[in-house]
């Protein structure tokens, strides 16, 4: 009985919350436009009792799954009895409804935690951020009381549920999906203080500075959240790949490649107030295609195989994401004179012209991946085919971007603000250039013919080798101080953690495009084998010896043993599963990967015969390995990014200040 | 403890932290180097930037069709393909990637029709017109797909086209209107002995730890 009461809390807490996101909205756009300050620190206390209800209704949920309530259509689609504990968890966001749930609590939490710090609550600009986020809010609160509501009620109860999708049951999936909704509810609040500084015309109001930790946070948990869905993706799809451009994948990559954008074109406006349009669009496009991938992925509008939450709430996202963009463009049409730069460029070779080039090929790369995200349905209403855009148009429209990117992660942090002598940069550059060009003679000599992959590994040595010279530069001054080589890195990181740990960053960057590089090399053999026969792939040789069965109480598992070779010496044996999950009535490979940082080899199961012949697909990935490292160092960059201080340029943009050289000075 | 000499006002970073190029403004800060050149060089100079701007599409153009590599062995091949076509079985996943036992036997007959000697052209003619013209996982020729692939090369254009005449009139209005205080001369002997002893305040101040973050 204590169960179902708990489950019956949850409705009534979200109608709460949704009653006080409205009354949170009215007082934050009372106090805003009357200017009554209590009005706008009692629309604060509506927001954060609004998150409160919202978290109650998590937890009802939550308890409604581990208590098995299946009066629940939600608890009945999404878990069943047999659930493993973690994944019961998972079932929260499992689903269409939950997933918009735990979405609405990192919201109204993050919008209060981002008023209730802000150093000037009162101010006119956080009260309409507040109004702005109230907003939000209440669009998602009101999906869930009518169109998504996850504590709708079955009339005929079952004895046990559906269970998780089994390609869920997996431990990346209770990290990468809360990880990719924090990403894009993060994105919410830079987006909601921006419009907040233009509604109220206080455009000179440095929003950025304030919401600097929330972008930066929004962006770290996006960026992990990516590379942990590849990683899921590789365990446990079976196709042996990582990233297929899929529009759910699309839909994460997009706002990330915006947020990267603005992330390097906020540090201009800092330091020199320019592109303060620029910067307020690319935000406001940032929370758009997070809001938009959120409607691809909930309106079934592109097929996908990432789709877990597809329902009839997708349509719901339309009007929404045109009100934003509409609004959100109608504020910048209106505060135009006021956000205009108050500074130039002062010269083309320079930081500025670096990272405006770099902006373009993002927001190119963005655009790149949104036209061939939605060209299927362009297609489809044009010429009534139904198409789909696979990865060979990706790869062949993407890359050349990625790798003009990634020449630019080498170039920019050669190049002072403001301006630079071309001889000077042509000095700086030249190692990096020399090692670019040393990676690609190597591997050109060394057999390598793929133009892509070459380019690719050159460029990695050429940003490498870039980043070790900013650091040896760096430490070199507290090295004429007595440190310790170590040391003396170590006091340049954490001496400017911004800096430096974004160079940290890059290098993940680096090491991540070393692992797709490797891609290059890749090999797949397929082969339908009898027991005790072998087929090659690579190097290495498999002999499939045979398979076994056993059951338990979710699912049938046929195991097979495949002996692995390589130049006639065992190396070890892999266990590939084909097994079936009786609730779901779903067969499902479980992958066997043998990793080394230089190559993987990835063995599947497509199909057992019933004589216990099987049909096995094998991979041998090189360098895939590096994708998993450098996505930890970047973590941990952006660990070192965020536990820095207020950085040096942050009160820039309140006085326009950059330092003079001293030769000018003088 | 105050920092004096090298201390940043607002908005400023230290010598430590300044970039590579940073360090080196007193030597060379060189607005000059960018202004006019006489009545030729603006010509010239955005001459260059065009020509610069076309190799570079060129260049990704070149990159873009390099992806499409000749597949080495009849298997190498039957992936390839396997990787252009959308699933007949899997919808929105493109058949190397569809794990149902369907999409095994098909990829199975790619790969034989390869191995028989079938060429990358046949075999996607007998895919076409076994499973319609929506199997092909890239915009079709002609039509809309033209402008499928031409629409990402028209935003890198726009986007070259910002970068290489947009932007050096913005740094050319600047200079018409900016104050000519930053020459391109060395730094004088009493200018470097400023900075000498700034840079050793500094280092005295590193290794008294004194810093903080």
């Known amino acids: 009985m204590r169960t179902a009461s708990l489950a019956a809390l949850g409705r009534p807490a979200l109608l709460c919350a949704l009653g006080f996101a409205v009354l949170a909205l009215i007082l934050f756009a009372m106090s805003a436009l009357r200017r009554r300050v209590p009005a706008g620190r009692a629309g604060g206390r509506a927001l954060a009792a609004s998150a409160g209800f919202t978290v109650l209704a998590a937890a009802s949920l939550l308890s409604a799954l ?9 608890v009945a689609n999404y878990s069943s009895r047999s659930l493993a504990g973690p994944y019961t968890v998972s079932a929260l966001w499992g689903g269409m409804e939950g997933s918009l749930l735990f979405w609405t609590v990192l919201l109204t939490v993050f919008a209060t935690i981002a008023v209730y710090r802000h150093p000037n609550p009162d101010s006119p600009a956080v009260t309409w951020a507040g109004a702005v986020l109230a907003g939000i809010a209440i669009f998602f609160l009101l999906l869930l009381a009518f169109p998504a509501d996850p504590f709708a009620r079955l009339a005929d109860v079952p004895t046990d549920g559906s269970g998780l999708n089994p390609l869920l049951q997996s431990p990346g999936m209770l990290i990468h999906p809360p990880l990719l909704y924090t990403g894009f509810v993060g994105f919410s609040i830079p987006f909601a203080f921006a419009m907040g500084a233009l509604v109220s015309g206080r455009t000179e109001t440095p929003w950025f500075t304030s919401t600097r930790r929330w972008t930066l946070f929004s962006w770290s948990a996006l960026s992990i959240g990516i590379v942990l869905g590849g990683a899921w993706a590789y365990t446990e799809l079976g196709w042996g790949g990582y990233w297929a451009w899929d529009p759910v994948e699309n839909a994460s990559f997009m706002p990330w490649l915006t947020a990267t ?31 938009f991938g959120t409607f691809l992925t909930r309106s079934g509008i592109l097929s996908s195989i990432h789709t877990f939450t597809e329902g009839s709430t997708g349509v719901w996202f339309l009007p929404f994401l045109a009100a934003m963009l509409l609004g959100g463009l109608a504020i910048i049409a209106l505060r135009y004179d006021r956000l205009r730069s108050e500074n ?24 790149t991946v949104l036209w061939g995200t939605v060209y299927p349905i362009v297609a489809e209403v044009t010429t009534g085919v139904r198409l789909s855009v ?3 148009f990706f790869n062949a429209v993407f890359v050349p971007l990625g790798l003009a990117i990634l020449a630019l992660t080498g170039i920019g942090p050669l190049v002072s603000w403001r301006r630079m002598s071309k001889g000077r940069l042509s000095r700086l550059v030249r190692p990096p250039v020399v090692a670019g060009i040393a990676v690609a003679a190597g591997l050109w000599l060394a057999g390598m013919r793929s133009a892509g992959g070459v380019i690719a590994f050159a460029l990695c040595g050429f940003v490498a080798v870039a980043i070790a010279g900013e650091f040896i530069r760096g430490g070199r001054v507290y090295r004429a101080s007595g440190d310790s080589w170590p040391a003396a890195l170590a006091h340049t990181l954490m001496r400017n953690r911004r800096r430096y740990g974004g160079y940290v ?64 010496e065992p190396v070890g044996t892999l266990h590939p599963q084909s097994n079936f999950h009786f609730a779901q009535q779903q067969p499902q490979s479980e992958v066997a990967i043998r990793t080394t940082p230089v190559e993987d080899l990835y063995v599947v199961v497509t199909q057992f015969d019933p004589d216990g012949a099987a049909a096995i697909r094998a991979f041998v990935n090189p360098l895939t390995w590096w994708i ?13 990014i965020l536990s820095g201080g207020t950085p040096h340029g942050a009160t820039a943009g309140a006085t326009g200040r950059v330092r003079e050289p001293v030769a000018a000075a003088g | 403890m105050k ?85 007949p079985y899997c919808p929105g996943v493109t058949l190397h990637d569809c794990p149902s036992a369907a999409a095994t036997d098909l990829r199975a007959r790619i790969t034989a029709w390869a191995e028989d000697g079938w060429g990358r052209a046949r075999i996607m003619a007998k895919l076409s017109s076994e499973f319609g013209p929506g199997i092909r996982a890239v915009p079709p020729p002609g039509g809309s797909g033209t402008l499928a692939w031409l629409l990402p090369a028209g935003a890198v254009i726009a986007g070259a086209v910002v970068v290489a005449v947009l932007v050096p009139r913005w740094v050319r209005k600047n200079h018409d209107q900016a104050p000519t205080g930053a020459t391109d001369r060395p730094l004088s002997p009493d200018e470097r002995r400023r900075v000498e002893g700034e840079l050793d305040a500094f280092r005295g101040a590193v290794r008294g730890d004194q810093w903080s973050q």
């Open chain 1, 505 to 568: 960053v890059h290098l993940g960057i680096v090491l991540i495009v070393i692992g797709f590089a490797g891609a290059a090399g890749k090999v797949e053999r397929n082969a339908f084998l009898e027991p005790g026969s072998s087929m090659k792939v690579g190097a290495y040789t498999l002999t499939y010896e045979g398979r076994e069965q056993s059951s338990t109480p979710e699912k049938q598992i046929n195991d097979a043993t495949v002996a692995v070779s390589r130049g006639g």
């Open chain 1, 66 to 74: 581990f208590a098995h309530d299946f009066s629940l259509a939600y």
């Open chain 1, 344 to 367: 130039r460029l002062d010269a083309l070779v320079s930081r500025e012209s670096a990272f405006l080039a770099n902006n373009v090929l993002f927001v190119a790369a963005a655009f």
């Open chain 1, 628 to 640: 998993w490292a450098g996505a930890v160092v970047m973590a941990a960059g952006m660990s070192v």
């Open chain 1, 261 to 291: 954008a603005y992330l390097h074109s906020v540090v201009i406006q800092e330091k020199r107030r320019m592109l303060r349009i620029w910067n307020v669009s690319l935000i406001l496009a940032t929370y758009a295609l997070a809001v």
């Open chain 1, 390 to 392: 696979g990865p060979a």
């Open chain 2, 3 to 87: 920092r004096r000499g090298l201390g940043k006002s607002a908005g400023q970073t230290d010598a430590l932290h300044q970039s590579a190029g940073q360090r080196e403004m007193g030597r060379i800060p060189g607005p000059t180097r960018t202004g006019p050149r006489g009545s030729a060089g603006p010509t010239r100079s955005r001459l260059g930037r065009i020509l610069a701007t076309i190799m570079l599409v060129a260049a990704w153009l070149l990159l873009a069709t390099a992806g499409v590599a000749l597949a080495a062995t009849p298997q190498d091949l039957a992936t390839d393909i396997s990787t252009e076509i959308a699933s």
